[in-house]
């Protein structure tokens, strides 16, 4: 058996300076994902800081200069954000990917930080036994060979193909939502689509956040495009399944005409994939299903796909049309 320390500091400052000071010590939030990397000897850090039960657990409104915003703690709960009025009528696709993951139970307990920072389901990164270069940087990727059904189709590096899991992030992703991060020089603000890295040669990395760097909290701004909005999962079954793909939209239409879009993928790249060329392509001009075809096919221009992965641009190419489509018909009524 592994000695393991653990702290719960009775602030959000505490935290930060207690991970700053120690390597080997990693923030413990809902622990429905560290807590099996510690058991499948995947993580093995020297000191857990448990951030739990520091009362970041408020989703509130508030006006900045910019606009209005909804600010939402790093402890709120999956489920209790699913359930939050605001967030069901004002932000329907975030509420939609949290209902699509993972389990009642899971939801209860995970957090919305730990969601967002919650690492591959790749299984050969939780297979210590596998060469790994997220895991262990430098022993090679057994994915390249190997299983590979989840594996990325747009953004992937020989080093790694692996996709990133959440749901919750790509919606949010969809969303223009901010992560405030409180770190040893103090708090900043880090775009989501900022937030997640490709693989490139450092695959180990995940987003651009360094260890002892706490997310307190995460902001969507007020936009009507966000109001009409969904998400839509694509997997093996109806729960308890990450997706193959995703797609999280929100269609803004005057008169036909596109005002705005906004469109993130899941399940196809290392981050959630904000499919910019795809909206370029949409904004501005009448909305119909063949200049959806030719927009989302833009975006998918650069995609690479083996036998493995191969049914997944059909899949994010439908799921995208359909998923845009009803919000079109819905803005129509
Ligand atoms: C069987 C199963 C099925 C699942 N299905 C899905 C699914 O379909 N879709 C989906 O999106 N998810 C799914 N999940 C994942 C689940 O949603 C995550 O395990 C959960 O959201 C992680 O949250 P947590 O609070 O428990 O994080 P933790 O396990 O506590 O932490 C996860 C990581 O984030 C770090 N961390 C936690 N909080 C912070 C913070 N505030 N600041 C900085 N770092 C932090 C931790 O150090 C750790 O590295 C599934 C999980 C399981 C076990
Ligand atoms: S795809 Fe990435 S996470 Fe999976 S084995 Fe390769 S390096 Fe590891």
């Known amino acids: 058996m592994r000695e393991l320390e653990y702290l719960r500091p009775d602030s959000a400052a505490a935290a930060v300076a207690a991970v700053a000071d120690r390597p080997g010590a990693r923030f413990l939030g809902g622990g429905t994902n560290l807590v099996d990397h510690l058991k499948?000897?995947?993580?093995?850090?020297?000191?857990?800081?448990?951030?739990?039960?520091?009362?970041?657990?408020?989703?509130?409104?508030?006006?900045?200069?910019?606009?209005?915003?909804?600010?939402i703690g790093t402890n709120v709960r999956n489920s209790d954000l699913a359930a939050h009025?605001?967030?069901?009528?004002?932000?329907?696709?975030?509420?939609?990917?949290?209902?699509?993951g993972a389990s009642g139970q899971l939801r209860n307990q995970a957090t919305t930080g730990g969601n967002l920072l919650q690492r591959t389901r790749c299984v050969y990164f939780q297979d210590v036994t596998t060469p790994c270069n997220k895991r262990d940087p430098g022993s090679g990727c057994s994915a390249l060979e190997g299983y590979g059904r989840y594996n990325?189709?747009?953004?992937?590096?020989?080093?790694?193909?692996?996709?990133?899991?959440?749901?919750?992030?790509v919606a949010l992703t969809a969303m223009d939502a901010v992560v405030v991060v409180l770190g040893p020089e103090g708090e900043r603000r880090v775009p989501i689509?900022?937030?997640?890295?490709?693989?490139?040669?450092?695959?180990?990395?995940?987003?651009?956040?360094?260890?002892s760097d706490l997310v307190t909290a995460v902001e969507l701004p007020s936009a009507a495009?966000?109001?009409?909005?969904t998400y839509t999962k694509v997997r093996d079954r109806a729960s308890f399944a990450f997706a193959l793909v995703s797609v999280a939209a929100s269609l803004d239409l005057a008169g036909g005409v596109v005002q705005d879009v906004r469109l993130a993928w899941g399940g196809v790249a290392h981050k959630p994939w904000r499919a910019r060329r795809a909206e370029a392509a949409l904004r501005d001009r009448p909305f119909d299903e063949?200049?959806?075809?030719?927009?989302?096919?833009?975006?998918?221009?650069?995609?690479?796909?083996?036998?493995?992965?191969?049914s997944k641009v059909p899949m994010v190419r439908n799921a995208t049309t359909m998923t845009l489509l009803r919000l079109a018909e819905e803005a129509a009524r």
């Open 225 to 229: 495009a966000n109001e009409h909005a």
């Open 40 to 71: 499948l000897g995947v993580a093995s850090p020297e000191l857990l800081v448990d951030i739990s039960r520091l009362p970041l657990t408020d989703v509130e409104a508030y006006d900045g200069p910019d606009g209005s915003w909804l600010r």
């Open 290 to 310: 063949d200049a959806l075809r030719a927009a989302i096919d833009e975006e998918l221009a650069d995609a690479t796909t083996t036998d493995q992965t191969a």
């Open 193 to 211: 689509e900022e937030l997640y890295r490709l693989p490139g040669d450092r695959p180990e990395l995940d987003t651009v956040l360094a260890p």
């Open 152 to 169: 990325a189709i747009l953004g992937a590096s020989p080093e790694c193909v692996t996709t990133h899991p959440s749901d919750l992030a």
């Open 85 to 100: 009025p605001v967030v069901r009528s004002r932000f329907p696709a975030v509420a939609r990917a949290l209902l699509a």
